[in-house]
């Protein structure tokens, strides 16, 4: 079975503060695949990035960075300088080539407020 | 390139009754996946249909169905609804479902209420 975990319910910031949103996985397979996903008020979840567990890699995407650590089975996503514009609700997802293949497995969302 | 569109957007139902959700995929995507959203179990699985077949299905009633169609739509089907369907659902699109590595695109989504 596999298990994502976002232990952080709500985090409300101020504009311009960095904040780290945290996510760990449970799995058994060796070979599997991680997303995060925002949810804005629309309902829409938005794909922002994906990540198979050979590329321990970090990302940056503009202000958007995730580092992603096999040995604590995390991959957390960072905001550097955060905007109104960021809040929404942010989903992790893992997936495995294991049975059943095109399942996504959500954590249980982080809703980030970014106050003016 | 069109996203993934969801009809209706909201819906309001009485229990008892059934409803038919539609979902059509982006353009080239063969695979379609259906996700419940309530506040209380947050997202979850509902099946995944690739060519017109069902190929995964998750832990759901059986009042819970869907369909796919040749030209990739989707619609998926609950019928004789309870309160506890009150939900938003999802529609995922995907190019193919040989691996795990594929992004699933999200459309909008429905809102179904149900009273």
């Known amino acids: 079975a596999q298990k994502v975990t976002q232990a952080q319910t709500e985090i409300s910031v101020v504009e311009k503060e960095d904040v780290t949103l945290d996510c760990v996985y449970e799995?058994?397979?060796?070979?599997?695949?991680l997303f995060w996903y925002k949810q804005p008020p629309s309902g829409e979840l938005v794909f922002l990035i994906r990540?198979?567990?050979?590329?321990?890699q970090n990302e940056i995407s503009g202000r958007y960075s995730w580092n992603f650590q096999k040995s604590t089975s995390s991959f957390n996503f960072t905001i550097t300088a955060s905007q109104v514009v960021d809040s929404a609700v942010y989903f992790c997802?893992?997936?495995?080539?294991?049975?059943?293949?095109?399942?996504?497995?959500f954590g249980s969302g982080t809703q980030l407020t970014v106050l003016p | 390139k069109a996203g993934v569109t969801q009809t209706p957007r909201y819906l309001i139902k009485t229990r008892g009754q059934q409803v038919t959700l539609s979902c059509s995929p982006i353009?080239?995507?063969?695979?379609v996946s259906w996700y419940q959203q309530t506040p209380g179990q947050g997202l979850q699985f509902l099946f995944e249909?690739?060519?017109?077949?069902?190929?995964n299905k998750g832990n759901f009633p059986g009042r819970f169905s869907g369909r796919q169609f040749s030209n990739s739509r989707s619609e998926m089907n609950v019928s004789t609804l309870e309160l506890g369907d009150s939900a938003l659902y999802l529609c995922?699109?995907?190019?193919?479902?040989?691996?795990?590595?594929?992004?699933?695109?999200f459309g909008p989504g429905t809102r179904l209420l149900v009273l």
């Open positions: 995922a699109s995907g190019r193919t479902r040989t691996t795990g590595d594929e992004t699933q695109y």
């Open positions: 799995t058994r397979d060796t070979t599997y695949y």
């Open positions: 990540r198979n567990s050979f590329d321990e």
């Open positions: 997802a893992l997936t495995t080539l294991s049975g059943s293949a095109r399942q996504l497995t």
């Open positions: 353009s080239g995507h063969r695979s």
């Open positions: 249909y690739f060519s017109e077949t069902q190929r």
